[in-house]
């Protein structure tokens, strides 16, 4: 069973950064890509960003592009979001995810985290 571990959460005030981990428990499977979705309170899960097992390209939700960066090492099977300029809107649990099925890119994945809380302070 793939388990997928998300860390780096927390509360932060508006404008600040955060960085969020997740790391694969399992290194004997191929990513083809992962993905960070978020979910806030009451509303849908939402995509956030997304990105090919090469690196090679990155896909973004319109309302993070430009302050969010995703980046991955699949030597070690981890991805990371660089999330700056946070605003109170950012607020929700976020999740990884990995598609190791060769599933539809950049909304599509198998495998997904337990979450970790982001809070924006105003």
């Known amino acids: 069973q793939v388990q997928l571990v998300e860390s780096g959460g927390g509360v932060v005030q508006t404008g600040g950064s955060l960085t969020l981990s997740c790391a694969a428990s399992a290194r004997t499977f191929d990513v083809y890509a992962w993905g960070w979705f978020r979910q806030a309170p009451g509303k849908e899960r939402e995509f956030v960003a997304a990105i090919r097992w090469s690196g090679s390209q990155q896909y973004y939700g319109h309302y993070v592009k430009g302050r969010f960066t995703i980046s991955a090492d699949n030597t070690e099977n981890t991805v990371s979001l660089q999330m700056n300029s946070l605003k109170p809107e950012d607020t929700a649990v976020y999740y990884c995810?990995?598609?190791?099925?060769?599933?539809?890119?950049?909304?599509?994945?198998?495998?997904w985290g337990q979450g970790t809380q982001v809070t924006v302070s105003s």
């Open positions: 995810a990995a598609n190791t099925a060769g599933l539809g890119l950049p909304y599509q994945y198998d495998h």
